[in-house]
């Protein structure tokens, strides 16, 4: 299999984080699925929450449950003259690395309340192998039931019939099962009305057409998410494991399932893709109302680097979806 170019026009600053990304889960990911948190903690740089407003936007840290370390930073644009959508965020990094106070994520979101705009919530889920599959899905369907027993000032300026749930990478495989759990639930004012997957994680045993050609593009091979099904998924599974495989042998029908409106980024330069694509096949099989945006020349993570254009173009294709749940 030949190694292809990464990008031909990738900038240097993106090269070097992807780099570095890469460098940083390699080094701190072991041969026997666990994960060294000093060396991860000490390279992860963490943000600290905008106590001060900064260009319209303060930020704070709110606990959920101590027990778990189940928290989220909570995002509220200061200058808005109605009430704003609701995004409830999960970050990337493999179900086993990143928070929600890691930089690239703080700045991610920061631009996401500011840009859409939105009161962001960006849940700080536990972490696999410490903290295997279900865990996350439960954290992130509690953070919704928290969100929606708030009787405080928390979230005044927002609307919380008007949800989203959203993730890149296996936040988005995240967001997708908490919707799922969500849609069954009785809430006493939230309602998600939709789901955004930014380049999602999900996978099974086969492997892809795009998972064997795109060998040698940044971030993303078939030795990482290996290792990263292995770390979250049940000891003993397979991944054709429903977490993984949503529609695969072993998949949960979703057709009864009253599933929001769903768009779904994919990069062609993301060995993810073909994955990526069945997801939003599978969900217009089952009669979900989804939407499908590639991005030809983009790679895992391009939404992370606001000099890419691509980055840009998401953030206005998802204010477009955004504004459309609001009709
Ligand atoms: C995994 O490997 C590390 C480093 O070699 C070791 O400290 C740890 O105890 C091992 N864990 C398990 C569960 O085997
Ligand atoms: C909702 O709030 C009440 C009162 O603060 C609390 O007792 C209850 O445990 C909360 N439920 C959830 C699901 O957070």
């Known amino acids: 299999m030949a190694e292809i170019q990464s990008s031909p026009d990738l900038p240097w600053t993106v090269r070097l984080f992807v780099s570095a990304a890469s460098f940083v889960t390699d080094a701190s990911r072991r041969s026997n699925y666990t994960v060294n948190r000093r060396l991860m903690n000490l390279l992860d740089f963490k943000s600290s929450p905008l106590t001060k407003p900064r260009n319209n936007l303060k930020s704070s840290d709110v606990i959920v449950d101590h027990s778990r370390n189940l928290w989220f930073r909570l995002y509220t644009p200061t200058v808005a003259a109605t009430k704003l959508p609701v995004v409830v965020f999960f970050h990337g990094g493999g179900f086993s690395f990143m928070a929600a106070n890691s930089k690239p994520y703080d700045d991610l979101c920061q631009r996401l309340a500011r840009e859409l705009p939105a009161v962001v919530v960006s ?113 003993g599974s397979d991944r054709d494991h429903p977490a993984a495989n949503v529609f695969g042998p072993k998949a949960v029908d979703i057709s009864g399932v009253d599933f929001p409106a769903t768009i779904v980024f994919v990069g062609g330069l993301d060995p993810l893709q073909d994955w990526q694509k069945r997801y939003y096949e ?46």
Not at 205 to 233: H, I, Q, Y
Not at 287 to 315: M, R
């Open 123 to 235: 849940v700080n889920y536990r972490l696999a192998p410490e903290h295997r599959y279900p865990c996350q899905y439960e954290d992130g369907f509690d953070v919704l039931k928290f969100i929606d027993n708030q009787s405080s000032s928390l979230f005044e300026g927002a609307n919380l019939g008007l949800c989203f749930l959203a993730g890149d990478s296996a936040g988005a495989n995240i967001a997708h099962h908490v919707a799922t759990s969500a849609s069954g639930h009785e809430f006493r004012e939230l309602k998600v009305v939709g789901v955004v997957a930014i380049q999602p994680f999900f996978g099974g045993e086969e492997r892809t057409e795009s998972e064997t050609r795109l060998v040698g593009v940044p971030l993303v091979n078939v030795e990482r998410t290996d290792w990263m099904w292995k770390a979250f998924l049940p000891e």
């Open 282 to 327: 599978g969900l217009k099989k089952c009669g979900k109302e989804a939407e499908l945006v590639v991005y030809p020349n983009a790679i895992h993570t391009f939404y992370a680097h606001p000099q890419l254009q691509d980055s840009g173009a998401l953030i206005n294709r998802l204010r477009d979806f955004v504004q459309s749940q609001i009709t």
